[in-house]
């Protein structure tokens, strides 16, 4: 299964776009990609989920290139709200990995 | 609606002691999830519930580690003869459907194990 790779931070200021990337060099033809939000002290959320090109709905964009081997969680306008640690899943059936997570730090 | 709850919310243990680690799931989700997370770490997969089918345990790190999921609902996470190493949060998490990975899995809040 493949292994991901994030960036371990991130900062930004109020009203940017974020970009996070993902790393997964190794995807298997039927892994798919999460993004799961984590707040200190809670469990993971779910943003958003793909398998390639884009995905988007209310609160993020996902960009999965062709050959699938990096995805880009895009989230418009961020609010000192959305400081978190992003996590990237590469999953299939029976197998769950996990990136390290990147910490996001939104400034005012 | 109730989420995934977790018991307990903290375990403090002595090196070598047993320890269990409790899991509800949301009524009615089919697929649950554990999952260790020590401390400044991502998540690290341990075992995956489908229904009554049996679990993959090949995510578990040692055969200190056992789990089992009752009448498909409330799953427990056993771990004998307790580590320092062992010490992290335990997340459980559990999902509607046919499991693997699409859609959305829930999280509960984690119990944080302490081994002394």
């Known amino acids: 299964l493949a292994k991901t790779t994030q960036p371990i931070s991130m900062d930004s200021y109020e009203g940017q776009e974020v970009n996070i990337t993902c790393s997964h060099n190794?995807?298997?033809?039927?892994?798919?990609i999460t993004w799961y939000q984590q707040f200190p002290s809670q469990g993971p959320r779910f943003i958003i989920q793909?398998?390639?090109t884009k995905v988007t709905n209310e609160v993020a964009s996902l960009f999965i290139p062709a050959d699938r081997k990096s995805s880009t969680l895009s989230l418009p306008r961020v609010s000192l709200s959305d400081t978190a640690v992003y996590y990237c899943l590469v999953a299939n059936f029976n197998k769950f990995y996990f990136g390290s997570g990147t910490k996001l730090n939104v400034k005012p | 609606g109730a989420g995934v709850s977790q018991s307990p919310s903290n375990k403090v243990t002595e090196k070598g002691k047993d320890v269990e680690l409790r899991c509800d799931p949301i009524?009615?989700?089919?697929?649950l999830y554990w999952y260790r997370q020590s401390l400044g770490q991502g998540l690290e997969f341990l075992i995956y519930?489908?229904?009554?089918?049996?679990?993959?345990k090949s995510g578990l790190p040692s055969d200190r580690f056992s789990a089992e999921r009752t009448g498909g609902s409330v799953s427990t996470l056993t771990i004998q003869r307790t580590q320092q190493e062992d010490s992290a949060v335990y997340l459980c998490a559990s999902r509607v459907g046919a499991g693997g990975p699409f859609g959305t899995q829930y999280f509960g809040p984690g119990t944080r194990l302490t081994v002394l």
């Open positions: 519930f489908q229904g009554n089918s049996a679990p993959d």
């Open positions: 009524s009615g989700h089919t697929a």
């Open positions: 190794n995807i298997a033809t039927n892994d798919y």
């Open positions: 793909g398998y390639k």
